[in-house]
């Protein structure tokens, strides 16, 4: 007989998950207290850390990089921009849209200061990443031992 591992919490967020998308939530659990918009949207964001660094990876397809904009103070990164459609829909009635339109912005705290003019981005393929670099005095140091 194998023991299965349940986890009630895990099964509640499933539920929470199916509900924000049966209710129309762009992204289940990522409604930030008092920055929900009317017309936002709120794009999936992968962030790495490494020893050199922090990678900042966002979804943003149908964008143009001029439309994004990036901050980077006090050890936190902002994602902020507006995604617009220009479509002819004279005579169309969309049976379902699930396609985001209008403003989004997305703030990180980072665990790390960042040396904000090394920090680069790049956007291909609908994902922007960007790289930002951890600031020189926060890296470890190797210190060798000498002999006497």
């Not at 017309?39 to 990876?57: L, Y």
């Not at 990164?77 to 169309?92: H, M, N, S, Y």
Request: proline share 5%; charged share 30%.
């Amino acid at each position: 007989m194998t023991l299965m591992n349940w986890d009630p919490w895990r099964d509640i967020a499933d539920m929470r998950t199916t509900f924000s998308r049966l209710f129309g939530e762009t992204t289940p659990g990522t409604a930030m207290a008092g920055h929900t918009v009317s017309g936002s949207w709120m794009m999936p964001v992968d962030i790495a850390e490494t020893a050199d660094g922090f990678v900042v990876k966002a979804e943003l397809p149908g964008m143009k990089p001029e439309d994004i904009e990036i901050t980077v103070a006090d050890n936190q990164v902002t994602l902020k921009g507006q995604r617009t459609e220009a479509r002819e829909d004279k005579g169309v009635n969309y049976i379902r849209s699930e396609r985001r339109l209008g403003s989004f912005y997305r703030s990180f705290a980072l665990s790390a200061p960042v040396d904000d003019a090394r920090v680069t981005a790049n956007y291909k393929d609908g994902v922007l990443e960007v790289h930002l670099p951890k600031s020189e005095a926060v890296k470890p140091r190797q210190i060798r031992v000498q002999s006497e």
